[in-house]
């Protein structure tokens, strides 16, 4: 079964600066996707980046982007000049290639920005 | 945009009542989904449809039924509530295929005394 682990339960960063939330997740899958989802205070569900296992290239959106080491099982992300409406909660998603698209979801990371 | 709406954000319940939390989406989505978050555990799939009356059980199931008899609706049933499904519960929708983006309402706050 497919496991996704954040290791880090709260972070913090001062405005401007530059925050990484780590994730590993564990699968015998060689096809499958990777997510990020923010979780702001209002609570709404938003997906901040995708990437795809089969693609070597580290997906990027913006000020987001992701660190995706296939062999060590690895897919952090890296949040470039924070800003205060980064504040939220962050989850690391795996999804095995199928046509459901059922998520497994790791604990979380409450992110606090600081000005 | 994508919308998807939940009856309510905030419910109160006492043990033993019968608890119905419905779903809607606005975009054609084949695929439903409904979670569990609770604080250090993250969010813990329930119940799947892919399809109108189809439905497949989630990670923890029990304790929880589901019904889908229109495509934009998906309605969670807890049949005799029980303090210990005291949580948020949050409905998500997707398209099979494409970007396999999840889009979530904004959550239900359960509690059952």
């Known amino acids: 079964a497919q496991t996704v682990t954040q290791s880090q339960p709260e972070m913090s960063v001062q405005e401007a600066e530059t925050v990484t939330l780590s994730c590993t997740y564990d699968?015998?899958?060689?096809?499958?996707?990777l997510f990020w989802y923010k979780q702001p205070p209002s609570r709404q569900m938003i997906l901040v980046i995708r990437?795809?296992?089969?693609?070597?290239q580290n997906a990027t959106e913006n000020r987001f982007s992701v660190n995706f080491q296939k062999a060590a099982k690895s897919f952090s992300l890296k949040i470039s000049d924070s800003q205060l409406g980064d504040t939220a909660m962050y989850f690391c998603?795996?999804?095995?290639?199928?046509?459901?698209?059922?998520?497994?979801f790791g604990t979380g990371t409450r992110l606090q920005v600081f000005p | 945009d994508v919308k998807v709406t939940q009856s309510s954000r905030y419910l109160v319940k006492r043990t033993g009542e019968k608890v119905f939390l419905e779903c809607v989406q606005d975009?054609?989505?084949?695929?439903m989904f409904w979670y569990r978050q609770d604080p250090g555990l993250g969010l813990r799939l329930i119940y799947f449809s892919y399809d109108v009356k189809m439905k497949e059980k989630g990670d923890i199931p029990e304790g929880y039924s589901v019904s889908r008899e229109k495509k934009e609706r998906f309605s969670l049933i807890l049949e005799s509530a029980s303090t210990n499904q005291t949580s948020m519960y949050l409905c998500?929708?997707?398209?099979?295929?494409?970007?396999?983006?999840?889009?979530f309402g904004p959550g239900t706050r359960l509690t059952v005394t």
């Open positions: 990437q795809e296992a089969y693609k070597q």
């Open positions: 975009m054609d989505h084949e695929n």
């Open positions: 699968t015998s899958e060689n096809n499958y996707y």
């Open positions: 998603a795996f999804m095995k290639h199928a046509y459901t698209d059922k998520l497994i």
């Open positions: 998500a929708s997707s398209s099979p295929g494409g970007s396999y983006e999840q889009y």
